[in-house]
């Protein structure tokens, strides 16, 4: 292959690359017809650039129990992402990071805790912890975000 050649191939190749990266990540949540707060989790995903496929269901403990969501790690709304859960109010960060833990069969942010994304109220925020589920079935802590 001539010079020129393997400069437009490489080039075309690296375009594609980068258009892939530029791909929203998609995830599916399941709620409740009348949360709020799941509304509002939804529109802190949207504005991380996730595209979010939203499913109103009448019986969150059957969607919970289907994707293997732990009663100790429950919340009001739960997300799925490349085959893992992500139950309640998850930074979208932590959702990105859990694409690339193999060793996890979700993440959680357990409760309601009062200025997790979709939770915000004022300037209080609750220390909470974003507990991750393994593939052997313990829970690890994946991060902490301090309280005020």
Not at 122 to 128: C, E, L, M, P, V
């Amino acid at each position: 292959m001539k010079t020129p050649l393997r400069v437009a191939a490489l080039s075309a190749l690296l375009l594609s690359g980068m258009a892939h990266a530029a791909e929203p990540l998609t995830i599916d949540v399941h709620r409740d017809a009348n949360c709020g707060c799941c509304k509002t989790w939804i529109s802190h995903l949207q504005a991380n650039g996730f595209k979010v496929n939203d499913h109103v269901e009448a019986d969150m403990s059957s969607v919970k129990q289907r994707l293997g969501v732990q009663p100790r790690l429950a919340s009001c709304h739960t997300g799925v992402i490349n085959g893992k859960f992500v139950e309640g109010h998850v930074p979208a960060d932590q959702v990105v990071a859990l694409t690339r833990r193999d060793d996890l069969k979700g993440i959680a942010v357990p409760g309601m805790p009062i200025g997790s994304p979709g939770m915000e109220m004022g300037d209080r925020k609750d220390a909470y912890q974003v507990i991750g589920l393994t593939q052997e079935g313990r829970d690890v802590v994946v991060a902490e975000y301090p309280g005020n």
